[in-house]
């Protein structure tokens, strides 16, 4: 049973709540514990290791001294290392003195640990993150597996109108008199499209039980919806997976390619849609938003979209996935995103596309809650996705950053001494100033923008 997709009984505002907080609260705890067990290794003493800020519901002193702790606020986390100087006053102060006169307790602080001791505990923060979306992506690539070439009926979709005498197993050699490609022939597949004749069923040419036959189908790629992008025009509606969309302003459709022509041709202009939902026919009115997508070559295309990813008539048969494949396909997945995070904001940046394409916390939170109403699988995806994004993040040089504190230690290491106290108080308000008043225009973006 899938839990996840039992929670829309709590209500829309309570899940989106909920998801957030869990997503936040599992990145943090991976960041947070890069941070601790490599300081750990290079021997610096972690005095804390906290999810959430505030007061403290649970925490336990391990026996190494470090005190675990769940607090009452659970947007972020810590650890505070021995001799933190960010947390040092009062009492802690008056120790850190008592400390500085033995150099093997010394040693064991943040401050008084070797230069790549340091180093290496504040970069395995964003290190661990990368490192969990590879894991979780080549997880999920084994339990997807990777479709069967050649391409094979592994469940017949149950679709409006139209004859259906697929079966699973059929492997299709041709469709319409088109030959089918590899489904991983990425390049063959827009010629293979096009050839097909927009004709609401179509004959395919199989290979069943040791021998070829034609049989009667569905058009391959019909405008059934696989996923819904979170906040776009389709979610805003409620449209969901698994719906079909039959026909535009009362005009029958069944090839997908003719709601993406609807949509792009629009201009923007209210769509009236009649959706097939499990047996049901409802109606909905649309109206298209702006989008800027990233391009395979490189920058960005902004297009009329209505945020829906399109699926075939058929499940395809799938096959074990091996360990070493699945994570080059994590591995390649984790880099496209960071790829295309830096492109987004490149081109916000130079003007390119709209500064709107940057989210905040609301935006964060909703995104949340509508991939976790599309089941564990959506859910989890995007907690790999944005925990690329943490990492990315965590690594620009701004003060207050994981990144800051290494481009200070990058000086320490050209210089041979840190940066004045002076100097590291002013760089980190001024850091903390920016990352506030990146925070504030994000959440900004998240009210205002369409």
């Known amino acids: ?40 290794w290079s021997g610096i003493h972690a005095d804390v290791f906290s999810l959430g800020f505030g007061p403290i519901l649970y925490s336990r002193v391990d026996k ?32 850190m003195e008592e400390v500085a006169q033995d150099p093997a307790a010394l040693r064991r602080t943040m401050h008084g640990a070797p230069l790549w001791a340091r180093t290496l505990t504040v970069a395995a923060g964003p290190a661990f993150n990368f490192i969990m979306s590879i894991l979780v992506f080549a997880g999920m690539f084994m339990v997807q597996g990777q479709p069967r070439d050649p391409l094979t009926v592994g469940e017949v979709l149950t679709l409006p109108g139209g004859a259906q005498e697929l079966q699973p197993g059929d492997e299709i050699v041709a469709v319409a008199g088109v030959p089918a490609p590899a489904f991983d022939d990425v390049e063959a597949w827009d010629p293979f499209r096009d050839a097909m004749p927009e004709r609401r069923t179509l004959d395919y040419t199989v290979r069943r039980d040791g021998g070829e036959t034609i049989v009667a189908g569905p058009f391959l790629l019909p405008p059934y919806i696989q996923r819904v992008a979170p906040r776009s025009a389709a979610d805003d509606i409620d449209l969901r997976p698994g719906d079909v969309i039959t026909a535009i302003d009362g005009e029958p459709i069944f090839a997908f390619d003719q709601l993406k022509r609807s949509v792009e041709g629009s201009n923007g202009r209210v769509l009236l849609l009649d959706v097939w939902r499990e047996g049901q026919t409802l109606q909905f009115a649309l109206a298209p938003k702006r989008v800027d997508e990233p391009q395979p070559e490189g920058g960005f295309s902004t297009e009329w979209r209505i945020g829906i990813v399109g699926g075939m008539a058929i499940e395809p048969a799938t096959e074990a996935t091996g360990i070493g494949a699945a994570l080059g396909g994590g591995v390649s997945q984790t880099w496209s995103v960071i790829e295309s995070s830096l492109s987004g904001i490149y081109h916000m940046i ?55 504190h290494l481009v200070f230690y990058a000086y ?39």
């Open 1 to 40: 049973m899938d839990i996840i997709g039992l929670l829309p009984q709590f209500g829309g505002f309570a899940l989106t709540i909920l998801a957030f907080v869990v997503a936040l609260s599992v990145i943090v705890a991976v960041h947070e514990y890069g941070h601790y067990i490599v300081g750990r």
């Open 64 to 95: 190494r001294g470090t005190r675990w702790q769940i607090a009452a606020l659970p947007f972020g986390g810590f650890v505070k290392f021995a001799g933190d100087a960010n947390a040092a006053s009062g009492k802690d102060a008056e120790a």
């Open 350 to 404: 130079t003007g390119a596309i709209s500064t709107c394409n940057m989210s905040g916390v609301i935006g964060i939170a909703e995104t949340s809650g509508s991939l976790a109403s599309q089941g564990a699988e959506s859910f989890i995806w995007f907690i790999a996705v944005l925990s690329v994004a943490v990492g990315l993040l965590n690594l620009f040089p701004i003060p207050a950053l994981d990144g800051g």
């Open 412 to 450: 320490e290491a050209v210089s041979g001494r840190p940066p004045s106290d002076r100097a590291l108080q002013v760089l980190m308000a001024t850091g903390i100033a920016l990352i506030l008043t990146l925070m504030l225009f994000a959440i900004g973006n998240d009210i205002f923008c369409p």
